[in-house]
Structures are given as C-alpha cells and as structure tokens.
C-alpha cells in the first residue's frame, strides 16, 4: 500500500523560508509523477509544483522563482523549498504521486489525475 508522508510545515513570518518534505517509502515505480499541490480555506486545489522520473520540472506561476521541487531517490523522499513566503501561501500542502505517463502529462491541468495522495501539511504565513 502506497503511503505518502508530509512534513515540515508550519508558521513564518512573510518573507521567510521553509521545507516541505515528502517520505514516499513504498512508492515504488520506476515511472512517475510526483508533485505539491495545496488548498486555501475557500478555494481549489491547485498544484504547486511537479517532477517526474527523468527529473523534469513544472511551476505554477504563483510559485517560480520562489519555490524549488526536487527528490531524493535513495531516500524516496520528494522536497519543496518555499522562499520569500507571502501571505497568499498559506495553505495545507500536500504531496501526491502518479506512476506513468510523464514530462508534460504530469500537470494536472492538463487532466492528469494523480492516484495516491498525502494527508498534508498546514503552511502558515503570518505579516
């Protein structure tokens, strides 16, 4: 059974930093999408960031030059770095996983369903 593990959220101050971290022990394909997705009290889900297998990345545009995903493989462990946190941040966070199809199909806005998900992590960004 898949799980995922977030961890490392929290509350800052804006403009501050923090790491998310995402234990995927049992999450074992060797072809995959993996990514951040969160969700603000009110509104949508939306991703965050995405990374696949071969180490191709995506950004939404509320998070590019602030935010960095990457992945640990040895460790099975998927990273957020979040910069310069603004107030808009604040969200639960959560890590999510997807075998197959990769590169661009990973964005779920193009209609990609990830199958396993994380519980999440609470950011809060406080003035």
């Known amino acids: 059974q898949v799980q995922l593990v977030e961890s490392g959220g929290g509350s800052v101050q804006a403009g501050g930093s923090l790491r998310l971290s995402c234990a995927a022990s049992?999450?074992?394909?060797?072809?995959?999408?993996m990514g951040w997705f969160r969700q603000a009290p009110g509104k949508e889900r939306e991703g965050v960031a995405i990374?696949?297998?071969?180490?191709?990345?995506n950004y939404a545009d509320s998070a590019k030059g602030r935010f960095t995903i990457s992945q640990d493989n040895a460790k099975r462990t998927l990273y957020l770095q979040m910069n310069s946190l603004k107030l808009e941040d604040t969200a639960m966070y959560y890590c999510?996983?997807?075998?197959?199809?990769?590169?661009?199909?990973?964005?779920?806005?193009?209609?990609?369903?990830?199958?396993?998900w994380g519980l999440g992590t609470q950011v809060t960004v406080s003035s």
């Open positions: 999510a996983a997807d075998p197959g199809y990769v590169g661009s199909y990973c964005d779920s806005r193009r209609g990609r369903v990830y199958k396993y």
């Open positions: 049992t999450f074992t394909y060797s072809t995959y999408c």
């Open positions: 990374v696949d297998s071969y180490g191709y990345t």
